[in-house]
């Protein structure tokens, strides 16, 4: 496959960010599956700043989209809004 020394290194990170960025994904997947599913408003305002933080981690790192990272929020926020109301 790889016929450089640096081709071969370039699969090897390549792979290794992969799997990080692919766990990133999963774990926010599953927080806001998480806040869209509770229907306890307290477990959503506390779940709140760690989703958006993290959000903002992964679109910092380019695994996700800023503006769609932007939309998640908005549409958690929305919801624990509705939530409190």
Do not use: W
């Not at 016929?3 to 997947?29: C, D, F, G, P, W």
Request: hydrophobic fraction near 35%; glycine fraction near 2%.
């Amino acid at each position: 496959m790889a016929n450089h020394k640096s081709a071969e290194k370039r699969v090897r990170q390549i792979k290794t960010r992969t799997l990080r960025n692919r766990y990133a994904a999963k774990t926010m997947r599953n927080a806001l599956k998480k806040i869209r599913t509770s229907e306890d408003g307290n477990e959503v305002k506390e779940l709140f700043p760690k989703v958006c933080s993290m959000l903002d981690k992964l679109a910092k790192r380019n695994i996700i989209h800023k503006n769609k990272a932007g939309n998640l929020k908005s549409k958690i926020a929305k919801r624990m809004n509705a939530m409190s109301v």
